[in-house]
Antibody, heavy 115, light 107 residues
Framework: EAQVVESGGGLVQPGGSLRLSCEVS????????MNWVRQAPGKGLEWVSI????????HYADSVKGRFTISRDNSNNTLFLQLSSLRAEDTAVYYC????????WGQGTLVTVSS | DIQMTQSPSSLIASVGDRVTITCRAS??????LAWFQQKPGKAPKSLIY???SLQSGVPSRFSGSGSGTDFTLTVSSLQPEDFGTYYC?????????FGQGTRLEIK
């Protein structure tokens, strides 16, 4: 069964940085594009970023472009999201999900940006 | 960016009812549409991809249809466990975008 598990969230001050991780199992990670999606408290879903299977292509939402960086380690079946220059509006649960149609999802990791 | 508009924003229905949620794209997206169910405090769960293909393990009372700009998610006979918020998502082009969600309550 395909599974993804996010980690690395926490409380960070505005302007700070954080690195999220997503460990996967149950499928051949190196064959699939991977995404990050976030959900602010009480709000809807917002796609953040995608990386191709080999890491050679990435896309970002305008709201995070230039501040967040997606990457992957296919040797260790792990997806990353480097968050920098964090703002209060980046506070959200961050999910990773496989493929363009986003399946499966992990349980998410909460990022709180506050002083 | 492609805007996804869902209707209704919320609905209340009874067990056994047939329920339909619609999703409209601001431009044609072929069949590059997915549907998700999210329960409070939980991660979204994929129901349908490719507009009409059911994910493995999803009950057959869920179905999807549509192509181009207009799509529907139908629950043929509503069950108590079907409460939650439903989202559509287009993956025809970047940025990937979601509808605003439809909150479904069971009467």
């Amino acid at each position: 069964e395909a599974q993804v598990v996010e980690s690395g969230g926490g409380l960070v001050q505005p302007g700070g940085s954080l690195r999220l991780s997503c460990e996967v199992s149950g499928f051949n990670f190196k064959n699939y594009a991977m995404n990050w999606v976030r959900q602010a408290p009480g709000k809807g879903l917002e796609w953040v970023s995608i990386i191709s299977d080999n890491g050679g292509s990435t896309h970002y939402a305008d709201s995070v472009k230039g501040r967040f960086t997606i990457s992957r380690d296919n040797s260790n079946n792990t997806l990353f999201l480097q968050l920098s220059s964090l703002r209060a509006e980046d506070t959200a649960v961050y999910y990773c999900a496989k493929d363009l149609w986003l399946d499966p999802w992990g349980q998410g990791t909460l990022v709180t940006v506050s002083s | 960016d492609i805007q996804m508009t869902q209707s209704p924003s919320s609905l209340i229905a009874s067990v056994g009812d047939r329920v339909t949620i619609t999703c409209r794209a601001s431009q044609g997206i072929s069949n590059y549409l997915a549907w998700f169910q999210q329960k409070p405090g939980k991660a979204p769960k994929s129901l349908i991809y490719g507009a009409s293909s059911l994910q493995s393990g999803v009950p057959s009372r869920f179905s999807g249809s549509g192509s181009g700009t207009d799509f529907t998610l139908t629950v043929s006979s509503l069950q108590p466990e079907d409460f939650g918020t439903y989202y559509c998502q287009q993956y025809n082009s970047y940025p990937i975008t979601f509808g605003q969600g439809t909150r479904l309550e069971i009467k």
